[in-house]
T-cell receptor
Framework: RKEVEQDPGPFNVPEGATVAFNCTYS??????FFWYRQDCRKEPKLLMS???SGNEDGRFTAQLNRASQYISLLIRDSKLSDSATYLC????????????FGSGTRLSIRP | GAGVSQSPSNKVTEKGKDVELRCDPISGHTALYWYRQSLGQGLEFLIYFQGNSAPDKSGLPSDRFSAERTGGSVSTLTIQRTQQEDSAVYLCASSLEMLTDTEAFFGQGTRLTVV
């Protein structure tokens, strides 16, 4: 079983729609959680951290469910510019921190 | 600039040749990661360096792959006797070692094509 699993998609939704992605992780000792965004042929960049209490950044909402070991990303009022691959990222801390990337969910917003 | 720098940005090599890829992390970042990404695929973890600790090499796909990090800064990833399946984008990332908030910053990658 992969340490971090995501639905690869692609998700193809119309502009203005709300779309949600889930990501599951296998290690209950995971400490920190993030969503990264990767545009086509570009490097991944941090979109937002995911906090236990949930957090919102404009149209983006991230939530963490430790009991079920999943995190989610909700995008409201989607824009064409939201088209990208969204990577779920989990950080472990044992003797040293380690960042594990999911393989990503592809999102395509159509006009 | 202050970001992660990788070189070369593109590399075309003949099957069987050795290649070296270089990564300059952000100054002060103790953690350094190598990933590779094949076309349309997710990130595949290769190797992780953290300070003076022994590197985590668990992701290296074969003994043709090796990496080192000199002086806790610059890292080189070496692929010996390259094969066509090695063709991918090789991404380097660095991060601060922090207990909770560990953002990783990526370089723009080296696109390796083995012909």
């Amino acid at each position: 079983r992969k340490e971090v699993e995501q639905d690869p998609g692609p998700f193809n939704v119309p502009e203005g729609a709300t779309v949600a992605f889930n990501c599951t992780y296998s290690n209950s000792a995971s400490q920190s959680f993030f969503w990264y965004r990767q545009d086509c042929r570009k490097e991944p960049k941090l979109l937002m951290s995911v906090y236990s209490s949930g957090n919102e950044d404009g149209r983006f909402t991230a939530q963490l469910n430790r009991a079920s070991q999943y995190i989610s990303l909700l995008i409201r009022d989607s824009k064409l510019s939201d088209s990208a691959t969204y990577l779920c990222v989990v950080s472990l801390y044992s003797s040293a921190s380690k960042i594990i990337f999911g393989s990503g969910t592809r999102l395509s917003i159509r006009p | 600039g202050a970001g992660v720098s990788q070189s070369p940005s593109n590399k075309v090599t003949e099957k069987g040749k050795d290649v070296e890829l270089r990564c300059d992390p952000i100054s002060g970042h103790t953690a350094l990661y190598w990933y590779r990404q094949s076309l349309g695929q997710g990130l595949e973890f290769l190797i992780y360096f953290q300070g003076n600790s022994a590197p985590d090499k668990s992701g290296l796909p074969s003994d043709r792959f090796s990496a080192e990090r000199t002086g806790g800064s610059v890292s080189t990833l070496t692929i010996q006797r390259t094969q066509q399946e090695d063709s991918a984008v090789y991404l380097c990332a660095s991060s601060l070692e922090m207990l909770t908030d560990t953002e990783a910053f990526f370089g723009q990658g080296t696109r390796l094509t083995v012909v």
